[in-house]
């Protein structure tokens, strides 16, 4: 079994920035590539980024390409959502979510571990 813990979220002004880190435990953190999806009030989960078991690649949504960058540090067995120039559209709850394949998967259908998510709130 796999848990994965969030942390990181909170309330930030347009235009500011977060760091979230996906503290995963359990097995090998190096087995797993990693996604974050987010989901907003009434609307349904998407894919925000993806990163590979090495962390060599990574994939973005349109919506957030240039602005997050994905991450991972397979010592700390932690991957992180850097968040740079927040939108309020940008404001959801976060979830990292781990899968027991390598590449870029952007389907949450195929991640097998979810974690409990981070809200994340900006202003306007």
């Known amino acids: ?10 309330l930030v002004q347009a235009g500011g920035s977060l760091r979230l880190s996906c503290a995963v435990s359990g097995r090998t953190f ?3 590539a990693m996604g974050w999806f987010r ?7 998407e ?13 973005y ?3 957030v390409k240039g602005r997050f960058t994905i991450s991972r ?6 991957v992180y ?14 979830y990292c979510a781990a899968v027991g394949l390598d590449g870029l998967i952007v389907a949450n259908l195929e991640y097998d ?3 409990q998510g981070t809200q994340v709130t900006v202003s306007s």
């Open 47 to 59: 894919f925000v980024a993806a990163i590979t078991r090495s962390g060599g690649k990574s994939s």
């Open 81 to 94: 959502l850097q968040m740079n120039s927040l939108t309020p559209e940008d404001t959801a709850v976060y």
């Open 113 to 115: 571990y979810w974690g």
């Open 30 to 32: 190096s087995s797993y």
């Open 1 to 10: 079994q796999v848990q994965l813990v969030e942390s990181g979220g909170g």
């Open 39 to 45: 989901q907003a009030a009434g609307k349904e989960r």
């Open 61 to 63: 949504a349109d919506y």
């Open 73 to 78: 540090d397979i010592a700390k067995n932690t």
